[in-house]
T-cell receptor
Framework: DAGVIQSPRHEVTEMGQEVTLRCKPI?????LFWYRQTMMRGLELLIY????????DSGMPEDRFSAKMPNASFSTLKIQPSEPRDSAVYFC?????????????FGDGTRLSIL | GNSVTQMEGPVTLSEEAFLTINCTYT??????LFWYVQYPGEGLQLLLK?????DKGSNKGFEATYRKETTSFHLEKGSVQVSDSAVYFC???????????FGAGTTVTVRA
């Protein structure tokens, strides 16, 4: 079975540019999560969707960050404009809500470097 | 609020040594508990889980027992291999809230 697929795996861009990260969750999963991982702050939950609807975006750091889930098989996380402090590894994860105690399945992440 | 505290790393071991990573939690009620592992360059993978008190989760030679009285879920492996070098995360969740609360992670390096 295909796992969570993220693209790109690596992104290097200059500050001020728009960055779009993409995620395809596991088919049939109805919850999707975006995380950011840095050495300083560890793993942070940015936003979580259930049935394509954003449920909790309290972790989104500021208005420069936005996330969408137009359908059950695709989500994007956008940063505009990007800043060097946004450099991190961004993970997408999915799970099956409604099935008790189901784990989250993570993609391999996008390593983002803002110069 | 809910939180997870893990022993700080990094932990460096020799092959075939015994590994313990301590994890304690603070939560209202009885959460499900998880250990995730992150190998270099990859995302987190579920290693094992336990959903109620006294449950023991096990996988790949790793074990952890849900201890309600000590609010702990310590990870153990009797004989580690170089391939066990990774970052290990303890986490909790409740069945009515699908968010995970993660610990800070413990980096384990196993030397041949």
């Amino acid at each position: 079975d295909a796992g969570v697929i993220q693209s790109p795996r690596h992104e290097v861009t200059e500050m001020g540019q728009e960055v779009t990260l993409r995620c395809k969750p596991i088919s049939g999963h109805n919850s999707l999560f975006w995380y950011r991982q840095t050495m300083m702050r560890g793993l942070e939950l940015l936003i979580y969707f259930n049935n394509n609807v954003p449920i909790d975006d309290s972790g989104m750091p500021e208005d420069r960050f936005s996330a969408k889930m137009p359908n059950a098989s695709f989500s994007t996380l956008k940063i505009q404009p990007s800043e060097p402090r946004d450099s991190a590894v961004y993970f997408c994860a999915s799970s099956l809500q409604g099935a008790r105690n189901q784990p989250q399945h993570f993609g391999d992440g996008t390593r983002l470097s803002i110069l | 609020g809910n939180s997870v505290t893990q022993m700080e790393g990094p932990v460096t071991l020799s092959e075939e040594a015994f590994l313990t990573i301590n994890c304690t939690y603070t939560a209202t009620g009885y959460p499900s508990l998880f250990w995730y592992v992150q190998y270099p360059g990859e995302g987190l993978q579920l290693l094992l889980k336990a959903t109620k008190a006294d449950d023991k989760g096990s996988n790949k030679g790793f074990e952890a027992t849900y201890r309600k009285e000590t609010t702990s879920f310590h990870l153990e492996k009797g004989s580690v291999q170089v391939s066990d070098s990774a970052v290990y995360f303890c986490a909790l969740s409740f069945s009515n809230d699908y968010k995970l609360s993660f610990g800070a992670g413990t980096t384990v390096t196993v030397r041949a």
